[in-house]
């Protein structure tokens, strides 16, 4: 791995330590602070709604300013929002924690682009390695996510606020790390090569399936990762068991990138990825099997590992549908998708595992577990029936 790719992949540790603190305490610091216990997981909800809302402007950002300067934009959003949302803790204000992360959005939608930025930094035939060795950089965030939310829970006199306050520290390390990266120039639309519109892209199959897969992935892992933290309380697991179970799920959707893209080099994303759905469904299988430690845990960690083989899977298949020019439109649109379906679930997470429970909320995930199985398997068809036609 270059130096620049080392460098890109602690930026993304710094990321997911940012989003996995996020997980493990807006959803009970909501809970204490919410008008209503439905509304627990709003905060969470706030962070993937601004990250739907923000993902065309940082798309336009990215091809305006370039990578380097949109994602430093976006490291100065997260040390703003994240220090608002120290205040907002503080100061029990429910209202402004959720406006501070739905800002914290625009930071979320951005950082979500180092994965495509991995693929510019290597050579063509490195884009799968590229996509999986950066999201590896996950593993950074799962070690120090949960610990940092621990270990500072009662560093301020309202509990979490220290933790809102360390995320700062945490965007400042990676803003200087990021300084050190050296983006090549995107491709921009000219008369010559104006690329096509939206619409035409979005015609595509591949393109249907890469973002349905990934959408709905990160749709159902959102959703039962949102609301364990909450039905871990609920069965009287203190917050260390949670945030070691946690820890334990963001190892499962980080650690397997290291082998992820040399399976898909080996085998095609269709595959890999029909083996992230059957990882979802399993883990639905263990969760409903009780509701001890070692369940959690088992479920958490197989469902990060499924949609690790989806998310990796969809996001190289979705490398296919674009042409250079067109790559800030494409990619801006997948995360508008992925972002708006996770803020649909996030939302969806608190208000079930508030009313109707555990069990039900698993049960409910089978749905689009189902849908992405059968989506993937048309596209295989589909292809097949493409090669034979080619083949007559």
Known sequence: MNLQLLLLTLCQGFFLTNNVTFIAINGLVGLSLAPSAWMATLPITGYVAGGALCAGMVGRHQRRWGRKRAFQAGLLVAMASSALCAYAASTHNFWLLVAATVVAGYYNANAALYRFAATELVAPSMKEKAISWVLAGGIFGAVVGP??????????????????????????????????????????????????????????????IA???????????????????????????????????????????????????????????????????ALNALCIVVALSGVELMQF????????????????????????????????????????????????????????????????????????????????????????????????
Not at 212 to 240: E, Q
């Open 147 to 208: 610990n940092l939310a621990s270990f500072t829970r009662d560093v301020l006199p309202v509990a979490f606020a220290g933790a809102y306050a360390a995320l700062v520290i945490v965007a400042m390390l990676s803003l200087l790390t990021l300084s050190f990266i050296h983006f090549p120039p995107l491709p921009q639309p000219s008369a010559t090569n104006p690329g096509r519109p939206l619409r035409e892209i979005a015609r595509q199959p591949v393109f249907i």
């Open 211 to 277: 973002v349905a897969a990934s959408a709905l992935g990160y749709g159902v892992m959102n959703l039962l990762m949102a609301a364990t933290p909450i039905a871990m309380a609920r069965c009287s697991h203190p917050f260390k068991s949670a945030a070691l179970v946690l820890e334990w799920h963001v190892l499962g959707m980080f650690v397997p990138s290291f082998f992820t893209g040399s399976l898909i080099k080996r085998f095609g994303c269709l595959p890999i990825m029909g083996v992230g759905v």
């Open 297 to 392: 845990l088992v479920a958490l960690f197989v469902l990060g590992v499924g949609w690790n083989f989806l998310y990796i899977g969809g996001t190289t298949l979705f490398t296919q549908t674009y042409r250079p020019e067109e790559k800030t439109t494409a990619q801006a649109a997948m995360d508008t998708v992925v972002y708006t379906t996770m803020t649909v679930t996030s939302f969806s997470s608190g208000a079930l595992i508030t009313t109707q429970g555990w069990t039900w909320l698993n049960l409910g995930s089978l749905v689009p577990v189902a849908l992405t199985g059968m989506a993937l398997a048309w596209l295989a068809m589909h292809q097949r029936g493409g090669q034979n036609r080619a083949v007559l």
